[in-house]
């Protein structure tokens, strides 16, 4: 089945700083790929996926893109703010469109 | 902005009871789903349950769970029979049909067997 290798946290910013979340997966074919976003106390919410090779998601300023040939789908965000704290999870779908969860990476910015 | 409900936030129970988790999907999606994440450990799939079945299940769900949708509005997941290592936050999700990929967590219900 797919998995997902996403990079130890937590990353510690300040405000403004420049995130890069690396996320590597292996996967039979071509998933379709997520990133969700989960804030304190709060469920898991979708944060941007891309369905192709090359591919660019986005939304609320991260962006990541559909990497074929190194299998990866890093999320960015030029200036991270104290509300982005959170635990961010890389997800190839596991088919039916069921994302393959991995331990997610916690996110901590200082004002 | 409708939402995932869950109930309770925290179960604790004791070993061999049986205890049923709650969650009130999104009205108007079609598809439920069961997810549990042990804490340190990554988020797993369950179940997920579509028209009144189950639609795929991982190797986790066996014959100890099951899960219904009692009534228009709630669905549940049922285990029997508990044990120590099914303490874990359990997760409940849904979608709507033809968004099946951007599904709607709940924030979950912390399951504490002793």
């Known amino acids: 089945g797919n998995s997902v290798t996403q990079m130890e946290g937590p990353v510690t910013l300040s405000e403004e700083a420049f995130l890069t979340i690396n996320c590597t997966y292996t996967a039979t074919g071509y998933p379709s790929l997520f990133w969700y976003v989960q804030y304190p106390g709060e469920g898991l919410q979708l944060l941007l996926k891309?369905?192709?090779?090359?591919d660019k998601g986005s939304n609320k300023g991260f962006e990541a893109t559909y990497r074929k040939e190194t299998t990866s789908f890093h999320l960015e965000k030029g200036s991270v703010q104290v509300s982005d704290s959170a635990v961010y999870f890389c997800a190839p779908d596991g088919g039916s469109y069921i994302p393959t969860f991995g331990r997610g990476t916690s996110l901590i910015v200082h004002p | 902005e409708p939402e995932v409900t869950q109930t309770p936030s925290h179960q604790v129970t004791q070993m061999g009871q049986e205890v049923i988790l709650r969650c009130v999907p999104i009205s108007n999606h079609l598809y439920f789903y069961w997810y549990r994440q042990i804490l340190g450990q990554k988020v797993e799939f369950l179940v997920s349950?579509?028209?009144?079945?189950?639609?795929?299940k991982s190797e986790i769900f066996d014959d100890q769970f099951s899960v219904e949708r009692p009534d228009g509005s709630n669905f549940t997941l049922k285990i029997r029979s508990t044990k120590l290592e099914d303490s874990a936050m359990y997760f409940c999700a849904s979608s709507e049909f033809g968004q099946v990929y951007e599904q709607y967590f709940g924030p979950g219900t912390r399951l504490t067997v002793t």
């Open positions: 891309a369905t192709k090779a090359d």
């Open positions: 349950f579509y028209n009144n079945e189950i639609s795929e």
